[in-house]
């Protein structure tokens, strides 16, 4: 059991309580990527069923009870990683993070270079352990959508990609994104106070404002902007 299991679970076989009841929760990061929180999953799995070490997973004691790899809620909860260096530094000054509403946790299961001038400094004054190699290589690819590769063929290869001569007409077929509130706010003329073919209704959160597609609701929109004029940019549309 950890700290988001009722005492009651205990009881009727839920979940068991730990062998070390001493031993203090481990709370890991969830991550603001899918591969992050799988990572954790593992991390809890481990912890809580072969070690049975109580371990919680979350950024916030909010987040703990939805993004568990146990949550009755099934889905997919991430979290903003602007605050994980505080709370990584939080959780290295307190035991339990239970005990507060601010961002805690005692784990980062994934870190990339990029991040290096956070993780360094505080591996430097000791608030961290060296980050190490989990195993997973990072890659980069370039998707398109089905219906734009039986269009253009030539660009499911890279050699229809590449080259100067290519820019025009590849700054043409690929429009810009546009914010879910920017659709609205800019292009909806209701603003989305009434559903149409891209967006159900208007974005309820700062979260949603962000996003450039939500299942069901937000199906995303594309318009050519002066970044795609090769007239005017020349080198970068």
């Not at 909010?62 to 790899?69: K, Q, R, V, Y």
Request: positive net charge.
């Amino acid at each position: 059991c950890n700290s988001d299991d009722s005492t009651k679970d205990s009881k009727i076989k839920h979940c068991d309580l730990p062998s070390y009841k001493q031993y203090p929760e481990i709370r890991i990061y969830n991550g603001d990527r899918e591969s992050k929180l799988f990572l954790a999953w593992i991390n809890q799995i481990v912890l809580m069923e072969l070690v049975q070490v109580p371990a919680t997973v979350g950024l916030t004691s909010e987040d703990t009870p939805m993004s568990s790899f146990y949550s009755n809620e099934n889905i997919i909860h991430l979290s903003e990683p602007k605050s994980v260096w505080e709370g990584i530094k939080l959780g290295n000054n307190i035991t339990n993070c239970t005990s507060t509403v601010r961002p805690c946790v005692h784990f980062l299961p994934e870190v990339w270079p990029t991040q290096k001038s956070e993780y360094a400094v505080l591996s430097e004054e000791k608030i961290i352990e060296p980050p190490i190699p989990n195993g997973l290589f990072g890659k980069s690819g370039i998707y398109i959508p089905a219906l734009t590769a039986k269009k253009y063929p030539s660009l499911t290869i890279w050699y229809g990609l590449r080259g100067e001569k290519k820019r025009e007409f590849l700054a043409k077929i690929f429009k810009r994104p546009t914010t879910w509130i920017y659709y609205c706010t800019k292009i909806s003329r209701t603003n989305c106070l009434e559903p149409d073919n891209t967006a159900v209704r208007p974005p309820q959160s700062r979260e949603e404002n962000k996003k450039y597609f939500f299942d069901g609701v937000f199906k995303g929109y594309f318009k050519f902007t002066q970044k795609n004029n090769c007239t005017l940019n020349a080198q970068k549309c």
